[in-house]
């Protein structure tokens, strides 16, 4: 895996919410990076802080109740007190985000095409209206979507879930992204399909070197995904480590517990 340059540094990351009258603090003292065609996995129960992290990686993190302090930086700037025309040329040009819910991601009244080209008017706006249409067509065929064409001129609602996973992993990837962030995207489907899908960032991975940030619940896809993993708990970061290395020799208890929570069945898959 070649491991060239780091596309994503945080340095000391705290956020902590105002909105009660005791602060709350959700993520608490974070450091990590990422490297080209690296996944690092983020991984740990409800309201551990992960999918906080991958928010304020996203630069989405804007609300007057909440207080930030630390460093974002990625391709030399500093995200998480850039102003948002900075972070308007990042989000969905140089990172690719793709949230657990495609459903309501998606605007149920556009067909899917003119939702693939979004990022492409914004961040592409030379680009012709035939140059976008044959973009996106290679987008869904990317993410393996059978007749892309028939795709396109689809609503969100004749599409399955894990169509519209897909969909919106296109959408996430159509301007060729340094950093795509997945926040829980299996959640919302079976099995069968988290795995197609678990394998489909895989090779996206692979083919393009770009740099994934996997946040996830679930250890199990973590283990067939990510090459290295960071556990996270009440906002803190108990374990980093190889994939390999932490499920071989875990060494807090927190992680023993999580292993220990996988389902059996998971073994034999």
């Not at 003292?29 to 304020?56: D, P």
């Not at 976008?132 to 396109?152: G, S």
């Given at each position: 895996?070649?491991?060239?340059?780091?596309?994503?540094?945080?340095?000391?990351l705290?956020?902590?919410?105002?909105?009660?009258d005791v602060?709350?603090?959700?993520?608490?003292?974070?450091?990590?990076?990422l490297?080209?065609?690296?996944?690092?996995g983020?991984?740990?129960?409800?309201?551990s802080?992960?999918?906080?992290?991958?928010m304020a990686v996203?630069?989405?993190?804007?609300?007057?109740?909440?207080?930030t302090?630390?460093?974002?930086?990625?391709g030399?700037k500093?995200?998480l007190?850039?102003?948002?025309?900075?972070?308007?040329?990042?989000?969905?040009?140089?990172?690719?985000?793709?949230?657990?819910?495609?459903?309501?991601?998606?605007?149920?009244?556009?067909?899917?095409?003119?939702?693939?080209e979004?990022s492409l008017?914004?961040?592409?706006p030379?680009?012709?209206?035939?140059?976008?249409?044959?973009?996106?067509?290679?987008a869904?065929?990317?993410?393996?979507?059978d007749n892309p064409?028939?795709?396109?001129?689809?609503?969100p609602h004749?599409?399955?879930?894990g169509?519209?996973q897909?969909?919106m992993?296109?959408?996430?990837?159509?301007?060729?992204?340094?950093?795509?962030?997945?926040?829980?995207?299996?959640?919302?489907?079976?099995?069968?399909i988290?795995?197609?899908?678990?394998?489909?960032?895989q090779?996206?991975?692979?083919?393009?070197?770009?740099?994934?940030?996997?946040?996830?619940?679930?250890?199990?896809?973590?283990k067939?995904?990510?090459?290295r993993?960071i556990?996270?708990?009440?906002?803190?970061?108990?374990?980093?480590?190889d994939?390999?290395e932490?499920?071989?020799?875990?060494?807090?208890a927190?992680?023993m517990?999580?292993?220990?929570a996988i389902?059996?069945?998971?073994?034999?898959?």
């Amino acid at each position: 895996m070649p491991m060239e340059n780091i596309v994503l540094q945080v340095k000391n990351l705290n956020i902590e919410f105002h909105d009660h009258d005791v602060p709350e603090r959700v993520v608490n003292h974070l450091n990590m990076e990422l490297r080209q065609g690296e996944i690092l996995g983020i991984v740990g129960e409800s309201g551990s802080g992960k999918s906080m992290t991958a928010m304020a990686v996203a630069g989405l993190l804007r609300r007057h109740d909440m207080k930030t302090e630390g460093e974002i930086r990625f391709g030399g700037k500093e995200l998480l007190h850039a102003d948002r025309e900075t972070l308007r040329q990042i989000q969905g040009n140089e990172i690719g985000i793709v949230f657990q819910e495609p459903m309501t991601s998606l605007n149920p009244v556009k067909r899917i095409g003119w939702q693939v080209e979004e990022s492409l008017r914004i961040h592409r706006p030379q680009m012709s209206r035939d140059e976008r249409f044959l973009r996106a067509i290679q987008a869904l065929a990317d993410v393996e979507l059978d007749n892309p064409q028939h795709i396109y001129r689809k609503y969100p609602h004749e599409l399955s879930g894990g169509m519209r996973q897909r969909v919106m992993i296109a959408s996430a990837i159509i301007c060729e992204p340094k950093l795509l962030i997945a926040d829980e995207p299996t959640t919302a489907l079976d099995v069968t399909i988290q795995l197609q899908i678990v394998k489909l960032l895989q090779r996206l991975n692979q083919e393009k070197q770009m740099a994934v940030l996997f946040i996830s619940h679930d250890l199990s896809l973590v283990k067939r995904l990510c090459h290295r993993i960071i556990v996270m708990h009440d906002g803190n970061m108990v374990e980093a480590g190889d994939t390999q290395e932490i499920f071989c020799h875990p060494r807090e208890a927190y992680t023993m517990e999580l292993i220990n929570a996988i389902p059996k069945l998971e073994k034999v898959m």
